[in-house]
């Protein structure tokens, strides 16, 4: 059973600085191997809208609105990934969701607060 769960969120001042984790919990290590993409994702409301991706091979994707300031990354030994963000903005406020994908089959992490306000 996939599980994803995610920490790091929380208050900070715009200008600020989180970094978000997304643990593969309760899987071995050749399990979390076998995935085509871990990512990002963030919903303000009804929606839902991709922020980074990463590769088994370690390639990445970013959304326009984030480039230059996050930076996506994993650490396959920790069964990790990680999303470092920089200079956030009001408009970076959102529950942020950690997403599998193996194949056609997509998990969701429970989603972590991010709030950027003075």
């Known amino acids: 059973q996939v599980h994803l769960v995610e920490s790091g969120g929380g208050l900070v001042q715009p200008g600020g600085s989180l970094r978000l984790s997304c643990l593969g919990s309760?899987?071995?290590?050749?399990?979390?191997?076998?995935?085509?993409?871990m990512g990002w994702y963030r919903q303000v409301g009804n929606q839902r809208e991709l922020v980074a991706t990463i590769?088994?091979?370690?390639?990445?994707n970013y959304a326009d609105s984030v480039k230059g300031r996050f930076t996506i990354s994993k650490n396959n030994s920790r069964k990790t990934v990680y999303l470092q963000m920089n200079n956030l903005k009001p408009e970076d406020t959102a529950v942020y969701y950690c997403?599998?994908?193996?194949?056609?089959?997509?998990?969701w992490g429970q989603g972590t607060q991010v709030t950027v306000s003075s």
């Open positions: 590769t088994s091979g370690g390639d990445t």
């Open positions: 309760r899987m071995i290590l050749s399990t979390f191997l076998q995935m085509d993409n």
């Open positions: 997403r599998r994908q193996v194949g056609s089959d997509i998990f």
